[in-house]
């Protein structure tokens, strides 16, 4: 079976530090992979999606990229965050091909303080 | 492009009373429909989705939804809520050809009271 997993969990980070999360999925091939931020009442904003290695399509312009080095694992970086980049991140993943069920990870929180 | 709207931001259920969460799509053909929840602090786990066919899904935990092309709906429905039940729930929809991304509702979050 395919298993998702994300760390940190949580992370709390000084205004104009950098940032990675990462992103890894077990048990299946070739992947399509999201990710996602939540922020406290607005719902699940797509950020970045990716159909394969080193295929990474932006959904917002924002201070944040995403990165692909291998198969099955998903980064999202910044260089220097900013407060507004406070959120609950979620990575997700879908069989290869159309459009299919996305299944999620734990997230992680972040904090910028 | 395709939209999602959950007109309820709160819901209050009793525990052991039913439980109906809606969900209006705008779309200008049958799409994909998902429903997921997420309790606090962790990730969304899928209850059930449409793709075709019979228009009454079943899901986990005891969950069902209704496709109705007419009103453009996909609402969730649960007979007799349980405490554990208690947490955001969000529909999604993609247009059911090609590839496409989810577009996600903004959540309904339901709280069951004793």
């Known amino acids: 079976s395919q298993t998702i997993h994300q760390w940190p969990a949580t992370l709390v980070q000084p205004v104009g530090s950098p940032l990675s999360l990462e992103c890894t999925v077990e048990?299946?091939?070739?992947?399509?992979l999201y990710w996602y931020r939540q922020a406290a009442g607005r719902g699940l904003q797509l950020l970045f999606y990716?159909?394969?290695?080193?295929?990474i399509s932006s959904e917002v312009p924002q201070n944040l990229s995403a990165s692909r080095p291998q198969d099955r694992q998903f980064i999202l970086s910044s260089k220097k965050l900013l407060l507004s980049d406070s959120g609950f991140y979620l990575c997700a993943w879908s069989h290869p091909g159309g459009t299919d069920t996305q299944y999620f990870g734990p997230g992680t929180r972040l904090t910028v303080l | 492009a395709q939209s999602v709207t959950q007109p309820d931001i709160h819901i209050t259920v009793s525990e052991g009373a039913s439980l109906e969460l809606r969900c209006n799509y705008s779309?200008?053909?049958?799409?994909?429909l998902f429903w997921y929840v997420q309790s606090p602090g962790q990730g969304l786990q899928l209850l059930l989705k449409y793709f075709s066919g019979d228009t009454l899904v079943q899901g986990i935990k005891g969950f069902e939804a209704e496709f109705k092309r007419s009103q453009s709906s996909f609402n969730l429905r649960k007979p007799s809520v349980h405490w554990s039940d208690a947490a955001e729930y969000f529909c999604?929809?993609?247009?059911?050809?090609?590839?496409?991304?989810?577009?996600f509702g903004k959540g309904t979050m339901l709280l069951v009271s004793p």
């Open positions: 990716s159909v394969g290695i080193g295929q």
């Open positions: 999604a929809v993609a247009p059911n050809s090609g590839y496409s991304t989810l577009t």
């Open positions: 779309y200008g053909a049958t799409p994909y």
């Open positions: 048990g299946t091939s070739n992947p399509n």
